[in-house]
């Protein structure tokens, strides 16, 4: 473990990647040491699609945690885009933290990214997510044969669902913490902007309502993000697709889904910004959209060959 300055009123700062495989719980465990959601979660592996940061706060420790897109073998570029994004993460941690799916068990997606972080200089920790699920009498077995492919420094077990474990763990993260000042403000729970935030609550949307039904298919831009004088807020987002019988998927029946993905996508902005929330929704085909350098740009992804 590392050694930290214990003198009164030492602020200590560090980051954190958070990296595993599609569907670990790790955009789930960044939002439980928060204390607020700041990245979206559901079922569909590969929700994230670009590193995100959450700021969590312990004591005089403020830790910043980059959620990365899960690591899977890429197919196309813009896989490739997110893969990078991942590992990109990853580069100048102070810890970089390992999630498994422990009720998925050890499988050759999560050996190849373990092997893929044997020799990195930064202190790697084992969390094993998702134990309330889990067979527990598997855990240690788990735990003992990923700790033979490379020695964590560290293995917690946890359920960032449920909070089993998770102060254990977040008080752990702080203690390994180097000193130095807070990178943002105390009340600052990312860096993600309110405009790019709103385009991941209606593209979790999509995914909750949607399913199978539309893959990866599917992006939102955000093209008006307005205050209103009322203070209120005004935002109108195009929900590309690639074919226009995925846009007769995301319309539904007489409109009826994209005014349920609209409702609902309303109410958790809401929530999130406190404010009184109008939001318009259109949706455009747009064949190649996943082609478009521009997007990725949007996106905090690097355009990769």
């Given at each position: 473990?590392t050694?930290?300055?214990?003198?009164?009123?030492?602020?200590?700062?560090?980051?954190?990647?958070?990296?595993?495989?599609?569907?670990?719980?790790?955009s789930?465990?960044?939002?439980?040491?928060v204390?607020?959601?700041?990245?979206?979660?559901?079922?569909k592996?590969?929700?994230t699609?670009?590193?995100?940061?959450?700021?969590?706060?312990?004591?005089?420790?403020?830790?910043?945690?980059?959620?990365?897109?899960?690591?899977?073998?890429?197919?196309?570029?813009?896989?490739?885009?997110?893969?990078?994004?991942?590992?990109g993460?990853?580069?100048g941690s102070?810890?970089i933290?390992?999630?498994?799916?422990?009720k998925?068990?050890?499988?050759?997606?999560?050996?190849?990214?373990?092997?893929?972080?044997?020799?990195?200089?930064e202190?790697?920790?084992?969390?094993?997510?998702?134990?309330?699920?889990?067979?527990?009498?598997k855990?240690l077995i788990?735990?003992?044969?990923?700790?033979?492919?490379?020695?964590f420094?560290?293995?917690?077990?946890?359920s960032?669902?449920?909070?089993?474990?998770?102060?254990?763990f977040?008080?752990?993260?702080?203690?390994?913490?180097?000193?130095?000042?807070?990178?943002?403000?105390e009340?600052?729970?990312?860096?993600?902007?309110?405009?790019?935030?709103?385009?991941?609550?209606t593209?979790?949307?999509?995914?909750?309502q949607?399913?199978a039904?539309?893959?990866?298919?599917?992006t939102?831009?955000?093209?008006?993000?307005?205050?209103?004088?009322?203070?209120?807020?005004?935002i109108?987002?195009?929900?590309?697709?690639e074919r226009?019988?995925?846009?007769?998927?995301?319309?539904?029946?007489?409109?009826?889904?994209?005014?349920?993905?609209?409702?609902?996508?309303?109410?958790?902005?809401?929530?999130?910004?406190?404010?009184?929330?109008?939001?318009?929704?259109?949706?455009?085909?747009?064949?190649?959209?996943?082609?478009?350098?521009?997007?990725?740009?949007?996106?905090?992804?690097?355009?990769?060959?």
């Amino acid at each position: 473990m590392t050694e930290t300055n214990t003198k009164p009123d030492t602020k200590h700062c560090g980051l954190v990647a958070i990296v595993g495989a599609p569907n670990a719980g790790k955009s789930t465990l960044v939002n439980a040491l928060v204390g607020q959601k700041v990245a979206i979660v559901s079922p569909k592996a590969q929700t994230t699609r670009a590193k995100l940061m959450g700021v969590a706060i312990e004591g005089d420790t403020q830790i910043l945690l980059v959620d990365t897109p899960g690591i899977f073998e890429p197919k196309r570029r813009f896989d490739r885009a997110m893969v990078a994004a991942a590992w990109g993460g990853a580069e100048g941690s102070d810890i970089i933290a390992l999630v498994v799916d422990a009720k998925g068990g050890i499988g050759g997606k999560v050996t190849t990214i373990v092997e893929s972080l044997v020799g990195r200089t930064e202190p790697i920790w084992l969390i094993l997510n998702k134990v309330d699920l889990a067979d527990k009498t598997k855990l240690l077995i788990h735990a003992e044969k990923l700790n033979a492919l490379l020695p964590f420094a560290e293995t917690f077990f946890i359920s960032a669902g449920t909070g089993d474990g998770l102060a254990h763990f977040k008080t752990q993260l702080a203690k390994a913490m180097p000193e130095g000042p807070w990178h943002y403000p105390e009340d600052q729970v990312s860096d993600s902007t309110e405009r790019a935030l709103a385009s991941e609550v209606t593209r979790e949307q999509l995914y909750l309502q949607l399913h199978a039904e539309l893959p990866y298919a599917s992006t939102i831009e955000t093209e008006q993000y307005i205050e209103r004088q009322d203070g209120s807020l005004e935002i109108h987002q195009q929900i590309l697709v690639e074919r226009p019988t995925q846009r007769a998927i995301v319309l539904g029946k007489g409109g009826v889904r994209i005014k349920e993905i609209g409702a609902r996508s309303r109410i958790e902005l809401a929530s999130i910004t406190g404010k009184p929330v109008h939001l318009y929704l259109h949706v455009k085909v747009k064949p190649g959209w996943d082609e478009d350098r521009e997007i990725y740009r949007d996106m905090g992804l690097d355009w990769v060959d």
